[in-house]
Nanobody, 109 residues
Framework: VQLQASGGGLVQSGGSLRLSCTPSFPLGSYAIGWFRQAPGEDRELVAS???????DYAASVKGRFTISRSVAENTLSLQMNSLKPEDTGRYYC?????WGQGTQVTVSS
């Protein structure tokens, strides 16, 4: 089982990034989510999609981030707009019980 995450990088404050995560198995209707962990901090939930499409966002990203899934492309994504320095961290995708290896996002002020 592998989850390949990509799309991280260095961006200026106010910029955008799109993270993608492709599993080695069919995405189907698994619960999906994106988490992030800043240095010295606990891993926190950023966005999740479960069941029939119920979506939750952390208050700090609501209105700026959008989680989505594509069964056709077998990919889950996180569109991140209006990025802030406090969004800096390592971002992890999760599909069901499986975790990706993480991709680094750094937002400069």
């Amino acid at each position: 089982v592998q989850l390949q995450a990509s799309g991280g990088g260095l961006v200026q404050s106010g910029g955008s990034l799109r993270l993608s995560c492709t599993p080695s198995f069919p995405l189907g209707s698994y619960a999906i989510g994106w988490f992030r962990q800043a240095p010295g901090e606990d891993r926190e939930l950023v966005a999740s999609m479960i069941g029939g499409g119920h979506i939750d966002y952390a208050a700090s990203v609501k209105g700026r981030f959008t989680i989505s899934r594509s069964v056709a492309e077998n990919t889950l994504s996180l569109q991140m707009n209006s990025l802030k320095p406090e969004d800096t961290g390592r971002y992890y995708c999760r599909i069901g019980q499986y975790w990706g290896q993480g991709t680094q996002v750094t937002v400069s002020s």
